[in-house]
Nanobody
Framework: QVQLVESGGGLVQAGGSLRLSCAAS????????MGWFRQAPGKEREFVAA????????NYEDSLKGRFTISRDNAKNTVFLQMNSLKSEDTAAYYC?????????????????WGQGTQVTVSS
């Protein structure tokens, strides 16, 4: 069982940066690959990035590669999403999630545990 709480969202101008955090509770955080997803109004929840249990491997949506970086600190039970060069189309609610599958999982239904989401709004 894993409980997840996101933080770090907010309003930022285009071209700016934000770092999202996801704090996890539970004894087996390091047993899970972790992912970030986002959902804009009127759109389906979409994959952003994922990271393996140890943090040694990552997986990104192609369009976001180079701007977004996922990382984790297992000692602190926390996963991060560093977002740089933000664009208006990045505006969405961002969710962290945990999966017992590999970090290559990219589908919503492959993740068993979810945070409540944190809103990121990018203004022009």
């Amino acid at each position: 069982q894993v409980q997840l709480v996101e933080s770090g969202g907010g309003l930022v101008q285009a071209g700016g940066s934000l770092r999202l955090s996801c704090a996890a509770s539970g004894r087996t955080f390091s047993n899970y690959a972790m992912g970030w997803f986002r959902q804009a109004p009127g759109k389906e929840r979409e994959f952003v990035a994922a990271i393996s249990q140890s943090g040694s491997s990552t997986n990104y949506e192609d369009s976001l590669k180079g701007r977004f970086t996922i990382s984790r600190d297992n000692a602190k039970n926390t996963v991060f999403l560093q977002m740089n060069s933000l664009k208006s189309e990045d505006t969405a609610a961002y969710y962290c999630a945990a999966t017992a599958l590999a970090y290559t999982a990219r589908r919503v239904l492959q993740y068993a545990y979810w945070g409540q989401g944190t809103q990121v709004t990018v203004s022009s």
